[in-house]
């Protein structure tokens, strides 16, 4: 139609509204790069100039919203509390999270009698795509709970609702499996006739070895031995042979986790035990157990 103008003269055309923005950000990386960078980063425990967070931060704005399930169960916890998140993206990443209910318990496979096979194929890859990270959700969310109270207090009714939710079921989470180590460490205990256990959890982590206390004078019925292998360190230059590895991002952010919760561990180091011979791996647990 034609509107008159005010002043007299031709017709004048109808406003044409603004362009519908594009379906997707434009960025250089997608959601699922960014949150693979991230987790890079953060396990490497990089310092980043300012620029790079100015920059990496606006990426990361316009990528949560658009996050799927998947995606928001990424993020490593060690991600989702560094500096390259800050508050207000933490709190949009939750309000993500909840929203598209990552963490959600995964489907068993199809009972059908006549299953699609590609669809099955495709489910099938989906779900050992997010067992590999499924737990992220859950161990963020205990952080969130233990490490800032006041932080997770304020977030939106909703998303603390989504977060209980996360929390009652993190108890019926499975033990995600025993290690070499703490196999050979459990093996030393039974030939000491030492009571132990290896599918204990706390929270959403699962305890290397639950140990009965055997000191008479110990003021705990139980020792947590936590077995670090070569994987919760950081890999040793060959020019620094003899050094003791430090530990991972990832090794310290669970360890911290645990000591929140209430959890009192008892270290065995890898790089020590692989050392040591069976004699002296009897030893060492005799002198662990009575230092209890």
Known sequence: ??????????????????PMPPP???APFSAAELMHIGNS???LGAKHPARFMDVFQEQLALAIPRLTQEECEMVEPTFAFSQLMHDPLRRAFLERCA??????????????????????????????????????IYLIEASVRKETFSFFSSLP??????LDRLHTAAEKLPHEGTSTLASQVADVLDQLGVECQLSRTAGPLSLHVVAKA????AEVAEVVY???????????????????????SQTKF???????????????????WMQMSEAQRVNYMVKLQSLQ
């Open 1 to 18: 139609s034609e509107v008159p103008l005010p002043s007299g003269g031709g017709p004048a055309l109808t406003p044409v509204p603004p």
């Open 24 to 26: 997707e950000a434009p």
């Open 41 to 43: 980063l953060t396990t």
């Open 99 to 136: 929203k598209v209910e990552a963490g959600e318990a995964m489907p068993d496979a199809g009972g059908s009698a006549a299953p699609d096979i590609a669809q099955y194929q495709r489910e099938a890859e989906q779900r050992r795509r997010r067992q590999k990270r499924f737990r992220n």
């Open 157 to 162: 009714q909703e998303v603390r609702t989504y």
């Open 214 to 217: 055997t000191n008479p004078r």
């Open 226 to 248: 936590e077995c670090s292998d070569a994987q919760a360190f950081y890999a040793v230059r060959a020019e620094d042979k003899g050094v003791a590895p430090l530990p991972t």
């Open 254 to 272: 669970r360890q911290k986790l645990l000591s929140r919760l209430g959890v009192q561990l008892t270290h065995i180091n890898g790089y020590e």
